[in-house]
């Protein structure tokens, strides 16, 4: 039972570039999230699904994507990177409303 | 809108030095407080949730209470590994997202 993994865990960019951040729960959780984490700003919610086949915005959705491929991953894309986006990525799935969260992807755009 | 503040944003005690980590929280209809442990690196664990005023839960040294404005984390005899930085959460009223404190980082000297 790995519970929530995440990929990469480490990232740099050049602005305008696009990647993907993957993130996979094995606990049959319905609800899966993406935040970010900067010094001083605490977690922010970028984007939520509460279940297969539903996303909406969190706090901060600017300039991210997101897909629910099934009920295990929550993909999140950036299109086109930029410096602002630089941060700590942080997956988290939950059965109700206590998540659970995966090591974090360290995000650097240069 | 949801607020959540945590006081102070650093404490460091003396390995067996009791003392408390403060909560307060502004939210329409409290429906969860959570707590998280998080070190260095890695991502949020999840520790508490309480639901309604008067309530308490207990793990290993730590001890989570909740009234109707606060929570507190109660750490007796704490040990160098309680070192961390501890990130209070609540989910209110209508919404379906946790709002984070921005966390307190607790230092134990051995």
């Known amino acids: 039972n790995a519970g929530v993994t995440q990929t990469p865990k480490f990232q740099v960019l050049k602005t305008g570039q696009s990647m993907t951040l993957q993130c996979a729960q094995d606990m049959n959780h319905n609800s899966m999230y993406w935040y970010r984490q900067d010094p001083g700003m605490g977690l922010r919610l970028i984007y939520y699904s509460a279940s297969e086949g539903t996303t909406d915005k969190g706090e901060v959705p600017n300039g991210y994507n997101v897909s629910r491929l099934n009920k295990r991953e929550f993909s999140l894309r950036l299109e086109s990177a930029a410096p602002s986006q630089t941060s700590v990525y942080f997956c988290?799935?939950?059965?109700?409303?206590?998540?659970?969260f995966g090591p974090g992807t360290r995000l650097t755009v240069t | 809108e949801d607020q959540v503040t945590q006081s102070p944003e650093a404490l460091r005690l003396q390995e067996g030095e009791s003392s408390s980590l403060n909560c307060s929280y502004t939210?329409?209809?409290?429906?969860?407080l959570f707590w998280y442990r998080q070190d260095p690196g890695k991502g949020p664990e999840f520790l508490f949730t309480l639901y309604s005023a008067g309530e308490e839960k207990e793990k290993e040294r730590l001890k989570a209470t909740l009234t109707k404005k606060e929570s507190f984390l109660h750490i007796t005899a704490p040990k160098p590994e309680d070192s961390a930085t501890y990130l209070c959460a609540v989910l209110g009223g209508a919404n379906s997202k946790l709002t984070f404190g921005k966390g307190i980082t607790l230092s134990v000297r051995p």
């Open positions: 988290a799935s939950g059965p109700g409303y206590e998540q659970y």
């Open positions: 939210v329409s209809g409290l429906r969860g």
